[in-house]
């Protein structure tokens, strides 16, 4: 089940690119849940923000369990993660970013949010 606890719109106007993201926050203990941060266009139904599974699609997350093991012990203290995603994007989009786990279980410190946008060229 996931979990979303933050949502911020982000307005880019950008042609055609990749979007490399990492989600920093340190977890009071340990919550056996994956956090990830994704962003992409949502979809909007009646001026609606609609989050379903087409959202949260082709992001691809970079090595999620290696990144987290401390986090499935429970008794562990001050987890400090680092959550990697990327993610391709299309130009000139209204962008939702979303953060997503059990980040609020007993209490995270978000501490920031890195955003890298580039292109590949041929």
């Known amino acids: 089940m996931v979990m979303i606890q933050a949502v911020v719109l982000l307005n880019i ?3 055609l690119f990749n979007l490399l993201s990492i989600f920093h ?3 009071d203990r340990g919550t056996k849940h994956l956090s990830s941060l994704v962003i992409n266009k949502p979809d ?3 001026g609606n923000i ?3 599974n087409e ?3 082709d992001t691809y997350y970079i ?3 290696v990144d987290e093991l401390d986090n499935l012990d429970q008794k562990r203290e001050n987890i400090d ?3 990697p995603s990327l993610k391709q994007l299309g130009a000139n989009q209204k962008l939702l970013m979303c953060m997503a786990g059990d980040l609020f279980n007993n209490n995270a410190l978000i501490k920031g949010v890195k955003l890298f946008n580039f292109q590949f060229s041929s």
Do not use: R
């Open 13 to 15: 106007h950008l042609p």
């Open 25 to 27: 926050h340190v977890n």
């Open 44 to 46: 909007t139904i009646s």
């Open 50 to 52: 609609n989050l379903n």
């Open 55 to 57: 959202f949260f699609a």
């Open 63 to 65: 090595n999620p369990f």
């Open 81 to 83: 993660s680092l959550t």
